[in-house]
């Protein structure tokens, strides 16, 4: 019991800290999500690869990384409508 | 030092060590070691039957012989003669613990004292007993309105000053004998009404009304004017028939006091009001321990006895009940005992405090056993003990019950209950309500006879209830206030530091305008108390909310006009806040202080002085930075200082002694030459607080740049030594402390040599007190500044002063010995005149009878070691070498330690070859000392050894090696690290010395002893050794004792695998395929420990191969561990989770996670939980890795694209 509530503080510290962490319950939309984001987030933080994608697909450079950025905002549609 | 004189020395000290071979029983020293009841091992007789004459110490080695043949003997027979049973001596703790127990001292009755807390408070906190909890306030918030609000409270705080005005008024005229003589007649009467009052101001209205209701049932009471003598009305004067007829109505003093009922409930839940109950002593009914003891009240009487024909007599004329609680025989009936919440005034039942003692229980139906429970808890829980029938009670009821037991289970249950009962009662905070939780606690933390632990406990609950009621607590912040507040006030660091947590927690959760709201009544309360600890409050409060929130409030209450005890506490606080947040204040500095700017020229000297002592905490707190917030009131400040005499000039003073190093070095020097000359005139004031005033602004104006060397010695040097270095400054602690504290001020300004030069005779004093303040401020100057500006003559009368001092000293002091040490350091070589007689000097007092004298002497050794080598006294080294090798066989476990620390000294200093005695002598005399169990002993001989093992094991035959290695093996149990890890390195540099095979054998050996420390121990040895002598020599035998069919050694192996791997890092790429094979093994096993071990072993492996090449064994062990992922167990999934983060690190995180992906989203929550773990840890460590290893996604979804495509350019 004691084990089981420090194990369900010590998640929800982590949880507070990485977002991207899950647990038993994360749903595919959360776990999908971040994993979109997380992406994106890392082909804007290694400029060489920004780079070699810019070119790849043909734009720019800043264009691409602005791209990213607003891909960031529900980068796999809308929440599930939440059922009571 | 002469030839003559060191042998005479030395037969001295050959007298001492024949004395005590000869004497029968070696142990003289009885208060030092302990007398062994524990049969020796080498005796094969029983001794305890077959009585001999023989000494029992016998093959034991009692003392180390003088000359060493014996132990040359002993060397010749190898094991024989070697004693397994280690000598146990106590810790210096231990030995001094009672050793300043005197005979007209009771150790019980000592600590039973110090366990209360109210018994070690001073008269001031102890004050915190005259609050009481105030009914609950009305939460603005919250529209139901139940409670006071801030405007009545307001009101009758205005009251109560009036109250105390007039009552101060009356004071006054009866000491002037002013007063009607008619009023002095009806003495009783008035006392009475006097007293009401002042309850009242203190003590919750409720608690007076209730008293009201005993004696005054039929009078109306009257309004605000409470100086108004009332005259007292007896309850006895009414009829029965009026008592019945009397309701429980909304007579309040002030027409605000709660109604009785609804607010003021005495028992049952949800009450509001709880009252102390000491406070409510005398008028509320006790606790029914059984219906047979209950007290009777009114009613009962009434019922009882027939009304008609009988009278209630009137008390007799001046008659006034007892009032104090002390004089009660027992005094403390529960508040909320009686559900129906009427009672009355009670006889006390004589009987009752036995009837008490016997029915203290341990034990509680529903609550288990007990650690303690005292009388005084049978108040609060007794009600546990009714027997009532769970069934019959209403919710409310079997709620506060519940409370009741779970408090009691965080009071007096053993840990492990409380820690239950604390979670439950957090997890329940919100269903439990505010109301029942604090009505229940807070009169606990009241109670007069509360412990450290007990309040430590409660405190927690609040703690942590806070944090679960949040809002739900407004009405209650002041009653919380009241208990927690005393706590900013303890002389305990941690009591203070929990208070200002709860406080902290509290204005968090009830938000700054509650918060200010709640306090501000209390900010002009006539009690100096309680505005003492409100303003601590408030600063806790501004450090939790911010500064800035509050500055707008404080701005306002610093210049209240109203009353003048307002701005006081308005300056307090601001004093308060820079105290608790330091250099945090600096953004906020120029608020603060326009806040407080004004005050210094107040009316009030009260708030003057209070303004400088905030300006001075301000000042502390920022240095060395916001002068410029300073600059308006820098003028004020030092025409006050002009202005000030007496206890003023202090507040200003300390605050110009802060404000000064501010300045920038024109202005600083300026100011310094203005304030001297108060500060030199003040230096003669007798006043203790002007002198610590004076010496720290003296420190402070030294250490500014803009005062020059030359000015001090002009101004202030010649003034400052004719007042300070006077005998009776060295009594005082603080004044010494100060004193010293300023001197080496000065001298960091004009220098060491000048001071020394002054105050070096005074080591030669007559007062041993005064000697030891010259000695520490000539050490702390000399550790500063060197003795570089030291001329010959004053060096001469130093050494000489300080030799005396030494020599002189009657209680062996740590202050001399450093002093000593570091006069000598500072010297270096301009000691070398001195060393004769300074080394003289030791060798006579390591020959004192007194032990102390010897231990400091041996650690003199220690410190000057360096300056002799220095000075090229090898020779006189070498004598000193012999003479403390010959002290070998000190029994004081202290000394020993320190002369052992004397010849490590030498030994470094001298090296291994030039050492005398030379250390194929003293090595062997060592190994029995390794078995003391002292550790200071242990810490010493061990470094000696470790550095002999290090630096010249040639010089030590092997075989005497293999002894100190085995006197090792117990070592590596001692409690202190530094001293396990000195036996491991020495392991480390034996094996290298004497090569691994005999000491490894040794350590195999020992792995299959039953004792688990020691073989963890073993094991760690074992991976030194692998470590320093290369994992081939180690690696075979040790996978070689796995094959031993007996699970300790296996798992001893495993033990060591797991430190070898850890040790040798790197380099374990070359054994990896050679263990894989033993690992496979182990990590199948059926025993859950041994994969456990195994899968450690792996983690260390693993973490050692990162990126050299070993991925393939590294996938295989992986498979082997993941099966293992479900285990339950806590250590065993953690070491296995811990194998699988250290493979995904040796071979990245795509493969490893191929394993996890399976898992995340699998229908079996059990299988999902470990999974997503190590998800987890995987994310956390290397989430940038992952990126291209999560799994495809396209097709997932038809509306959105999940397909990383981008990851798919290709160019």
Same mark, same amino acid.
């Given at each position: ?14 949880? /507070?800290?990485?977002? &991207? ?13 971040? #994993? !979109? ?16 994608? /810019?070119?790849?697909? &043909? ?13 960031? #905002? !529900? ?10 | ?1211």
């Amino acid at each position: 019991m004691a084990d089981k509530l420090r194990a369900t503080q010590q998640l929800e510290q982590l949880q /507070a800290r990485f977002v &991207g962490t899950g647990h038993a319950d994360t749903t595919k939309f959360e776990w999908t999500s971040n #994993i !979109q984001r997380d992406s994106l987030a890392s082909y804007i933080g290694h400029p060489p690869l920004l780079g070699y994608m /810019a070119v790849g697909m &043909g734009e720019s450079r800043e264009r691409l990384r602005v791209r990213f950025i607003e891909k960031m #905002i !529900q980068p796999v549609g809308k929440p599930p409508e939440k059922e009571e | 030092m002469a030839d003559s004189e060191f042998e005479q020395i030395k037969k001295l000290q050959q007298e001492r060590n024949n004395l005590k071979l000869g004497s029968k029983n070696a142990f003289a020293d009885k208060s030092s070691q302990r007398d062994s009841t524990k049969v020796s091992l080498t005796e094969s007789m029983d001794t305890t039957l077959y009585d001999r004459d023989t000494d029992k110490y016998a093959g034991y080695n009692t003392s180390i012989a003088v000359n060493g043949d014996d132990d040359d003997e002993d060397m010749g027979e190898g094991e024989q003669r070697r004693n397994l049973v280690g000598q146990y001596t106590a810790s210096k703790e231990i030995l001094n613990e009672f050793a300043n127990v005197g005979d007209d001292m009771d150790l019980m009755s000592e600590r039973a004292k110090n366990s209360k807390i109210a018994d070690r408070e001073t008269d001031y906190q102890k004050r915190r007993f005259d609050r009481a909890l105030t009914p609950t306030r009305a939460d603005p918030a919250n529209a139901d309105g139940e409670g006071r609000s801030y405007k009545e409270i307001m009101k009758e705080r205005e009251l109560e000053r009036e109250e105390a005005r007039v009552r101060a008024e009356i004071e006054k005229k009866m000491k002037s004998g002013d007063l009607p003589a008619q009023q002095t007649h009806h003495e009783p009467t008035l006392k009475e009404v006097t007293v009401t009052p002042e309850e009242n101001k203190e003590n919750a209205p409720a608690g007076e009304k209730r008293r009201k209701r005993r004696w005054d049932v039929t009078t109306t009471e009257e309004g605000g004017d409470a100086s108004k003598p009332t005259e007292k009305k007896s309850r006895w004067d009414a009829s029965t028939v009026k008592v019945e007829d009397t309701k429980p109505s909304r007579r309040s003093r002030w027409d605000m006091a709660p109604a009785l009922p609804p607010a003021t409930p005495i028992g049952g839940s949800g009450m509001a009001t709880p009252l102390h109950p000491d406070v409510v002593a005398p008028i509320l009914p006790t606790i029914a321990y059984g219906t047979r003891s209950t007290w009777l009240t009114d009613e009962d009487l009434d019922m009882m006895l027939p009304s008609d024909g009988y009278k209630i007599l009137e008390p007799p004329p001046g008659y006034a009940p007892i009032r104090t609680p002390a004089r009660k025989l027992m005094s403390t009936p529960a508040p909320m005992a009686s559900a129906s919440g009427l009672g009355g005034f009670m006889m006390q039942d004589p009987e009752n405090a036995k009837l008490l003692g016997k029915q203290l229980p341990t034990e509680l139906p529903g609550v288990g056993d007990l650690q303690f429970f005292k009388a005084e808890d049978m108040t609060y829980f007794g009600k546990l003990m009714d027997g009532a029938d769970e069934n019959e009670l209403s919710v409310e009821e079997l709620k506060e019950r519940k409370i009741m037991r779970l408090l009691l289970k965080v009071k007096n249950g053993t840990p492990p209950m409380r820690k239950t009962a604390l979670r439950q009662l957090t997890d329940n905070a919100r269903q439990f309500g505010a109301g029942p939780l604090f009505n229940q606690i807070l009169p606990l933390l009241m109670e007069k006879t509360l412990e450290d632990q007990e309040r430590h406990l409660l405190v927690k609950v609040i703690d942590r209830i806070l944090y679960k009621l949040d809002d739900m607590v407004r009405p209650y912040v002041h009653k919380i206030l009241v208990v927690i507040e005393p706590l900013l006030i303890d002389q305990d660091y941690y009591a203070r530091v929990e208070g200002r947590e709860i406080i902290s927690n509290l204005s968090k959760a009830a938000g700054l305008a509650h918060m200010i709201s709640t306090m501000r009544p209390d900010i002009d309360h006539v009690d100096e108390y309680v505005r003492n600890t409100t303003a601590r409050a408030f600063a806790v409060v501004a450090s939790a909310l911010g500064i800035p929130a509050l500055l707008p409030f404080l701005r306002a209450v610093c210049r209240s006009k109203k009353s003048w005890q307002a701005r006081h506490t308005g300056v307090k606080i601001v004093q308060q806040i820079p105290i608790l947040m330091g250099c945090a204040i600096l953004p906020h500095l120029t608020g603060l202080v326009d806040c407080i700017g004004p005050n210094l020229e107040d009316e009030q000297a009260k708030v003057r002085t209070q303004t400088s002592l905030a300006i001075a905490a301000l000042a502390e707190a920022a240095s060395p930075y916001g002068i410029e917030s300073f600059e308006s009131i820098l003028h004020p400040l030092w025409t006050g200082a002009r202005k000030q005499r007496g206890k003023g000039l202090t507040g200003f003073l300390k605050a110009v002694g802060y404000v000064i190093p501010l300045l920038d070095e024109e202005h600083a020097n300026y100011y310094t030459a203005q304030i001297m000359e108060i500060v030199l005139r003040e230096f003669q004031s007798p006043d203790e607080e002007m002198k610590k005033v004076v010496l720290k602004v003296v420190s402070q104006c030294a250490g500014t740049e803009g005062v020059t060397a030359a000015y001090l010695k002009e101004n202030v040097l010649p003034e400052f030594f004719k007042c300070f270095w006077v005998r009776r400054m060295a009594l005082d602690k603080r004044n010494y402390r100060q004193v010293v504290e300023t001197t080496v001020d000065l001298a960091k300004k004009v220098g060491g040599g000048e001071i020394i030069q002054r105050i070096v005779d005074h080591l030669k004093d007559e007062s041993e007190a005064y000697r030891k303040m010259t000695l520490e401020s000539i050490e702390k100057i000399c550790s500063a500044l060197g003795a570089a500006d030291i001329d010959e003559r004053l060096e001469e009368r130093l050494v000489d002063g300080v030799l005396f001092a030494f020599q002189e000293q009657s209680v062996e002091d740590i202050v001399m010995l450093n002093g000593f040490g570091t006069v000598v350091n500072a010297l270096g070589t301009r000691c070398k005149p001195y060393l004769p007689q300074i080394v003289s000097t030791i060798l006579w007092r390591l020959n004192n009878k007194v032990s102390a004298v010897r231990q400091q002497s041996a650690d003199l050794i220690s410190r000057i070691a360096i300056v002799m080598k220095q000075c090229g006294e090898d020779a006189l080294m070498g004598k000193l070498g012999i003479v403390l090798y010959e002290y070998l066989g000190e029994e004081y476990p202290e000394v020993l330690g320190s002369i052992l620390g004397a010849l490590r000294s030498i030994v470094t200093v001298v090296g291994i070859q030039q050492m005398q005695p030379p250390i194929k002598d003293l090595l062997p005399r060592l190994t029995p000392i390794l078995r003391n169990r002292h550790e200071k002993v242990q810490e010493n001989t061990i470094d000696l050894v470790g550095r002999i093992a290090d630096r010249g094991p040639e010089f030590v035959s092997a075989r005497e090696w293999m002894r100190i290695c085995f006197e090792l093996l117990d070592m590596l149990k001692a409690h202190k690290k530094g001293i396990r890890r000195a036996a491991n390195n020495t392991f480390g540099f034996i094996a290298k010395a004497i090569g691994p095979q005999d000491v490894l054998a040794t350590l195999l050996n020992n792995l299959r002893v039953q004792e688990r420390q020691s073989r963890v121990c073993t094991a760690v040895a074992i991976g030194i050794v692998a470590e320093t002598c290369a994992p081939f020599t180690v690696l075979p035998a040790l996978m070689n004792e796995y094959r031993v069919p007996e699970l300790n050694v296996q798992n001893g192996v495993l033990k060591s695998l797991t430190f070898v791997f850890e040790y040798i890092g790197e380099m374990a790429k070359d054994y990896v395929y050679a263990v894989t094979p033993l690992l496979e093994d182990a990590l199948i096993d059926r025993d859950q420990v041994h994969r456990q071990t195994a899968a450690t072993v792996v983690k260390h492996i693993a973490l050692g191969v990162v990126g050299l090449g070993c991925e393939d064994a590294m996938l295989h062990l992986l498979n082997l561990l993941y099966p293992n992922l479900f285990e339950t167990s806590p250590h065993v999934i953690d070491r296995i989770i811990e194998a699988i983060d250290a493979i995904r690190m040796a071979i990245g995180p795509g493969l490893v996670m191929n394993y996890v992906w399976a898992g995340l989203f699998h229908p079996a929550r059990k299988v999902r939980t470990p999974y997503w773990r190590l998800y987890n840890n995987a994310y956390v460590q290397s989430a940038d890795a992952m990126v291209p290893y999560w799994p495809d996604l396209s097709g997932l979804d038809d509306n959105v694209d999940m397909g990383r495509s981008e990851l798919l350019v290709t160019i």
